[in-house]
């Protein structure tokens, strides 16, 4: 299980994470479990959500769960309008789940097309649209998107993804903008790519990959740990003052 933060402190908040049975998701639940923070998860897998639950459980908080899919704007909105009502409010919202379907542009389906940016877009704008009201009445909130640095960079078979990501970057932008005078913080986080099922599905060993790894001077892929920590960090008081910024986890890929 991921350690505590002893400088960071969640006590008392409640948090909605999505995409949380797998990778980074499972790593911010332990994570902000381990700070004192109620949690709200979702996902597609019942079974590898339980199991995220059972293991934030042992730090003493709240878990609540229910599965969702993503991809569905009915199941997002029952799944966050059922949050809102066991909890009463969310102080922080993780947009977390992300999906990629890796194909050329001249292959990509309509369905995997709407896909993507259902999961990547959609649903974090709809689950604002949920829990921001809250935030406001209570003036205070944060919210953290989790991005990708392929939202600034193009790579063959990305083509959806990387707009995907782009347009929820300029979409937190926008969060921040309406949000920021009502005191809440909407940031994003960008990692490069991270030792989860989808990274090592959507990269993996080939030239491709190594050429990757040569543009990260620090010679490896992020952990997931890596990025919950940074995530963390923006959903905590410690960084009221950090508003509308992405911040890459990239190993200093970003850098050259």
């Known amino acids: 299980m991921t350690t505590q933060n002893p400088n960071i402190s969640l006590k008392g ?38 199991q995220t639950a059972e ?7 709240k878990v609540w769960t229910k599965t969702a899919e993503m991809a569905d704007a009915d199941e997002v909105k029952a799944v966050g309008n059922a949050a809102l009502a066991e909890f009463g409010h969310i102080d922080i919202l993780v947009n977390n789940a992300g999906v990629t379907i890796p194909q ?58 990387s707009a995907s990501k782009g347009a929820l970057q300029l979409l937190t932008q926008s969060m921040a903008v309406e949000f920021g005078p009502h005191n809440i ?32 001077p620090t010679g490896r892929f992020a952990e997931p740990e890596e990025v919950a920590d940074a995530v963390l960090y923006l959903a905590s008081e410690n960084s009221n003052f950090i508003n509308g910024v992405e911040l890459p986890i990239d190993g200093g890929e970003g850098a050259g």
């Open 55 to 61: 293991n934030a459980r042992k730090a003493g908080v």
């Open 185 to 216: 913080q909407t940031n994003s986080v960008a990692p490069t790519v991270t030792m989860t099922p989808m990274g090592d599905n959507a990269w993996p060993p080939s030239p491709r990959r190594d050429a990757k790894l040569a543009k990260i």
């Open 104 to 161: 050329p542009i001249l292959e990509t389906t309509l369905d995997n097309f709407h896909t993507i940016i259902n999961v990547n877009v959609l649903a974090p704008f709809l689950l604002a649209q949920i829990f921001a009201p809250s935030m406001i009445e209570k003036k205070k909130g944060k919210i953290v998107n989790v991005t990708s640095r392929a939202a600034i960079r193009a790579f063959p078979t990305g083509s959806v993804y």
């Open 13 to 50: 908040k409640v948090a909605f994470v999505s995409g949380a049975s797998k990778g980074i998701g499972v790593s911010i639940a332990e994570l902000f479990a381990a700070a004192g923070c109620d949690l709200a998860l979702t996902a597609r897998n019942e079974q590898e959500l339980e």
